[in-house]
């Protein structure tokens, strides 16, 4: 008895089960792919069975979060709570995209409460693509890398920041930006920040940083900011610049005086996309000494003398005028030939007329009769938009100049020469076909089109 009630004060050893990780998830991805195989050979799981294996399970599936795209605030918050359980998942990203649906506001899509989640920028070393819109998400962003110990996102080459940043007047300001000049390896930048009408204020001269691997370099609506002005002056190896305005002008004279002062801007682009507006060219285009290419946009207008004194000026070997441009075809002959000619022109592009043929040669006689009723009668193609100083007549004659001045002529003015007289002849083609009551069978001729 005495021995019965001794053990019965002894303690009861606990029942619950250890708290240190299984062994099993110690093992190399690939052998638990094995176990797993044959734990499931049916049907293989289709999600983490717990929460433990959610990092292997990431890793297995880490090729489905290459790409990221969120298009609205519900996916924004999603990511949030997957982020918030696992941050593992963004060493695998390489492209990563936070956009509305096409002509849909970003600060209306995703709410300006919902920002970027935070520390992101020190998790995704694979980054090699990043776009952004949005005020919140934005300036997130920007804030993070600024903040952030360098190195960070260190193949990132590939940068889109379309953002009205609320309380900036002056969005190009180097406190805002200086976190770019921590992305050692950006290559390319698409910036679209609204900046304010009006006085900008004074910029800052001592903040230290520099975007020194930069080459392609997009600003829409930078208007005559100076911290746009102060961001060109640290790319200092900058070689491709796009300038877009919603204004009249795309560009100011100080801001173009700046890029020329870099001395390494070998093309250039200039559009503005304010409708029933034009623009001319500025005489600082001139201080722009390592100038090759030359691409003018909708707004530009070309046609008189002393915009064409100031090509002949420039060390460009390709021009090229964009639809929306209004130039003047004589003058453009006397660029290309005589006495004026440009001494290193080389390529000339006029797309700013365009024609087209409406698809008819896509379409068979044999089984398409009803498009081809419908190409007809509704008219689906688009003669060219011939212009008093650009009329057809004249593009025939910078053709035939081109051929024997040594300047190779391309675009879709050259094209619409040829394709305004197809239009005739396949119309005149169409109308006797239809006369003759369609494809009846007995003409193999018509079996595959025109």
Not at 159 to 168: K, Y
Not at 346 to 353: G, I, K, R, T
Not at 367 to 396: A, G, K, M
């Amino acid at each position: 008895m005495a021995s019965e009630a001794s053990t019965s004060t002894q303690p009861v050893q606990s029942a619950q089960p250890s708290m240190q990780p299984a062994k099993l998830l110690t093992l190399p991805v690939e052998l638990l792919d094995i176990i797993f195989w044959m734990a499931y050979p049916w049907r293989y799981m289709s999600g983490p069975i717990c929460r433990d294996l959610l990092r292997y399970w990431d890793q297995r599936r880490r090729r489905s979060f290459r790409r990221v795209q969120i298009g609205n605030l519900a996916k924004l918050s999603s990511f949030h709570r997957s982020y918030a359980i696992r941050t593992s998942i963004c060493g695998a990203f390489e492209s990563f995209t936070v956009a509305p649906g096409k002509d849909q506001p970003a600060d209306v899509v995703f709410d300006l409460a919902a920002g970027l989640p935070p520390a992101l920028v020190s998790f995704m070393p694979s980054l090699q693509r990043l776009e952004l819109h949005g005020s919140r998400v934005v300036g997130d962003f920007l804030e993070q890398a600024a903040a952030a110990p360098a190195p960070i996102l260190p193949v990132l080459s590939d940068v889109t920041l379309v953002a009205n940043l609320v309380g900036q007047s002056d969005p190009y300001h180097p406190a805002l930006l200086c976190g770019l000049g921590a992305l050692a390896r950006l290559h390319k930048l698409h910036l679209d920040l609204d900046v304010a009408d009006g006085n900008l204020g004074q910029i800052e001269q001592h903040v230290p940083y520099s975007c020194a691997a930069l080459r392609e370099l997009t600003l829409v609506h930078c208007k005559s900011s100076l911290g746009a002005n102060d961001f060109i002056e640290r790319c200092t190896q900058l070689a491709d610049l796009t300038i877009s305005s919603r204004d009249t002008a795309p560009v100011s004279t100080r801001f173009l005086s700046a890029v020329g002062k870099l001395g390494t801007v070998t093309r250039i682009h200039l559009s503005s996309s304010s409708q029933g507006r034009s623009w001319k060219l500025l005489k600082s285009l001139k201080t722009l000494s390592e100038l090759k290419t030359l691409i003018l946009g909708a707004g530009c207008v070309c046609d008189d003398a002393a915009s064409f004194d100031i090509l002949r000026l420039l060390p460009i070997t390709r021009l090229e005028f964009q639809l929306g441009t209004v130039v003047s075809a004589s003058r453009l002959l006397k660029l290309i030939d005589g006495v004026d000619k440009h001494p290193y022109l080389e390529s000339l592009v006029l797309d700013q007329v365009h024609a087209s043929l409406g698809g008819i040669d896509d379409l068979s006689r044999r089984y398409e009769q009803d498009l081809i009723e419908e190409w007809l009668y509704n008219e689906r193609w688009t003669f060219p938009e011939w212009t008093t100083t650009f009329s057809r007549n004249f593009v025939v004659r910078l053709i035939n100049t081109a051929r024997t001045s040594g300047v190779t002529l391309s675009g879709g003015a050259v094209e619409a020469v040829e394709i305004e007289t197809q239009i005739a002849i396949r119309r005149y083609e169409v109308e006797e076909y239809l006369e003759r009551g369609g494809w009846t069978g007995s003409d193999s001729s018509d079996d595959s089109g025109w």
